[in-house]
């Protein structure tokens, strides 16, 4: 109908001709004008608000679109078996990169909804139809398969982020489903001949939503009613009987606002509200607007929050939402809430407010249905406010393992958090971190400008000394620094070009907001943050990829200046560095450290100071010291490979990795671990630990 009435009008009348349409899908027929052209009067009264707003605003048409609305949209494509889900990935591709980025959005795929939806309601609800289908009385049967479906019409849902409405639409669908086979149990494919307005009880209106993005609200919207169209034709082949869709008789609930400044309970009463699920956006804390980092402000009043991200937003939301009802929450949400000092802090709020969780996804990377996809490493979590002896669940990488408690860092442990230390919680060297040269650029050379350097001023020579950052430590890049710790005025005189330097950087700190640095002026020769490396030191990256398996740490004299993105423990041993490149250290850094994009970002104050060092006897830290040079002399096998080469997995010599698997057992031993204990049951332990250390 729509592509034989447009097909008439040539493109200059399309668009006016286009609102005279929709138009007249808003208005009843008996309130139509009766004069106007009966191909326009045989269109359906539509209803629902689809086309309610006059206000909407439609363009200029061109032959092209014309045609591709002609041919495209309507003579050639099926619109019955279209996915209402497409919608999401539809829109997210027409969202430039930028304002993706700015709202966090990220769209989902089918499979990753069920992620969600599965453990948080239906595979209960699939194993509760399942066993009333199994009862063998058929009076019986069919009074129970009556009051599933009162139940599932009873359930309502809420996503505080919708988007486009995937969650609501796929949700929506498999409710649908599961009411259509307890239909088919029913009535076993018979013709049925009356037909009440009760026979399909899920709706709709059900469905809650909450959404800032005004053409996705539109897109949400459309998406539940195509899915209820559907569904319907799916009801009409079961019972063989005609069903009237239009006009609509059920409204999508899609409230357009911020979710995070809108009182959820004007969308949706609590009393009413069974579950909220949903993808809030993935903003982290140096990308939020002036607007998001209000909406931070208002919602974690009187907390200090640290470097959360927003999505955590909408965790306290929920909380509040759910306290003293038996609403279920499942979340995605980037997987940095379950790591560093994120987790600590969204983790000790949620605790005081008695949220447990019921089951999680470990992170995995993130998929959508979009072109242009999302690579980010995401978690679920699935939370509620009352305590259930319900089974809990811990999904990973395909394997799923029953949990006794699940902790905020997502592992079947009991609720500890681990909190920033100044100081190491067993007898251990501090972590140093390197020196800050604050000196724009001006202390700082490769190779080259060092050798040019010297040839206008030899004298300098015996100031440069290799600089190291954790850049240049993992892959052995040549930097050198000019390094003066004491240096007479006579002697600082007669080398003009480093006075030059000097000159240039005691103008750069002076010019600074920050005092410290101003006060750094008066020595401007050094460094702004200057700590002189010890004899012999362990050093390692701040950051450092996560395709590793081992962090690669190393021994370092003082000779070498380290940067500030370089950690340093001085006068560390062979055993300290035997411990700490251990998969025993590792496993305490994967679960609780924080993350730089997916890569490790090695915490002083939460991984190391409250990492629980072993008491080993002499004889297993000798062998653990025996397992530690075994892995430098490996490396020492390849002096011309850097670290980052010996520890691509894809590249990692044999003997090293030997080495490795030899210190771990040794740690392991000495920890009293078994040899086949997996990485979440290692940390748990050393949470156990961790606990008892704090008594």
Request: aromatic residues 10%; contains cysteine.
């Amino acid at each position: 109908m729509f592509g034989n009435y447009l097909k008439k009008f040539p493109v200059s009348e399309v668009r006016p001709k286009l609102v005279e349409l929709f138009k007249i899908l808003d208005t009843k027929p008996e309130e139509r004008d009766p004069y106007l052209d009966e191909e326009l009067l045989a269109f359906p009264y539509v209803n629902g608000g689809l086309f309610a707003d006059e206000n909407i605003e439609i363009p200029r048409f061109t032959e092209e679109i014309v045609n591709l609305l002609l041919n495209g949209a309507s003579k050639t494509f099926n619109w019955a078996d279209i996915s209402p889900t497409i919608f999401g990935a539809v829109f997210e591709s027409t969202l430039n990169p930028e304002t993706r980025r700015s709202g966090g959005m990220h769209y989902t795929s089918i499979e990753n909804i069920h992620k969600v939806i599965d453990p948080l309601f239906l595979d209960d609800l699939k194993a509760e139809l399942a066993n009333i289908l199994e009862i063998k009385v058929q009076k019986t049967r069919f009074a129970r398969l009556e009051d599933y479906r009162n139940k599932l019409a009873s359930l309502t849902f809420l996503d505080p982020a919708c988007g486009s409405g995937n969650f609501l639409t796929e949700t929506y669908i498999s409710l649908r489903r599961l009411e259509n086979e307890a239909l088919r149990a029913i009535y076993g494919g018979q013709k049925q001949f009356n037909i009440d307005d009760n026979l399909i009880r899920v709706g709709i209106h059900q469905f809650y939503g909450i959404e800032i993005n005004d053409f996705a609200v539109t897109v949400a919207k459309t998406a539940l009613w195509i899915a209820e169209s559907q569904m319907m034709q799916e009801t009409e082949a079961i019972v063989e009987h005609d069903l009237d869709f239009l006009p609509l008789k059920s409204y999508a609930n899609i409230v357009e606002g911020n979710s995070l400044r809108i009182d959820w309970e004007s969308v949706v009463p609590k009393e009413k509200l069974s579950y909220i699920m949903g993808n809030p956006p993935f903003v982290g804390v140096n990308y939020m607007s002036d607007s998001q980092r209000e909406d931070m402000d208002n919602i974690w009043l009187g907390v200090k929050r640290g470097k959360l991200d927003y999505v955590t937003c909408w965790y306290l939301k929920s909380a509040d939402m759910m306290i003293n009802t038996s609403i279920k929450t499942a979340l995605v949400s980037t997987n940095s809430v379950s790591q560093g000092e994120q987790a600590t802090v969204l983790w000790k709020k949620l605790l005081v407010e008695n949220i447990h969780i019921d089951f999680a996804h470990k992170p995995f990377i993130w998929d959508s249905e979009a072109s242009l996809k999302a690579h980010v490493h995401c978690v679920i979590i699935g939370f509620s406010h009352v305590s259930t002896n319900g089974k809990k669940y811990i999904y990973s990488s395909g394997t799923v393992l029953e949990a006794k408690n699940i902790n905020g860092y997502l592992l079947n442990a009991p609720d500890i958090i681990v909190e920033e230390r100044s100081k190491p919680i067993c007898d251990v060297p501090a972590i140093v971190r390197g020196s800050q040269a604050t000196d724009n650029g001006n202390y700082l050379f490769t190779p080259e400008e060092k050798a040019d350097f010297i040839s206008k001023e030899p004298q300098s020579e015996k100031y440069f000394k290799r600089f190291m950052m954790g850049k240049e430590f993992i892959n052995n890049i040549e930097r050198w620094c000019l390094w003066i710790p004491d240096i007479s005025p006579k002697e600082l005189k007669s080398c003009p070009e480093i006075l030059k330097r000097v000159q240039a950087v005691k103008d750069f700190r002076l010019s600074s907001k920050n005092k410290q640095t101003q006060l750094s002026a008066n020595i401007p020769w050094r460094f702004g943050q200057y700590r002189p490396p010890s004899k012999n030191f362990i050093a390692f990256a701040k950051v450092s990829s996560e395709r590793r398996r081992y962090i690669p740490f190393g021994f370092l004299t003082d000779e070498i200046i380290t940067g500030d993105k370089l950690f340093t423990i001085p006068n560390a041993t062979l055993y300290m560095f035997g411990v700490l490149t251990s998969n025993v250290h590792m496993a305490w850094v994967r679960t609780v450290c924080g993350r730089l994009k997916s890569d490790y970002s090695y915490s002083t104050t939460i991984v190391y100071n409250n990492f629980s060092w072993c008491n080993p006897t002499p004889e297993q830290q000798e062998r653990i010291e025996r397992t530690a040079q075994a892995i430098l002399d490996a490396r020492a096998k390849y002096p011309d490979c850097s670290l980052a080469d010996l520890y691509d997995e894809l590249t990692m010599p044999p003997e090293l990795r030997k080495a490795h698997q030899q210190n771990d057992l040794a740690v392991m031993q000495a920890y009293g671990f078994d040899k086949k204990i997996t990485e979440s049951e290692c940390v748990a332990e050393l949470m156990k630990l961790y606990q008892k250390l704090m008594k």
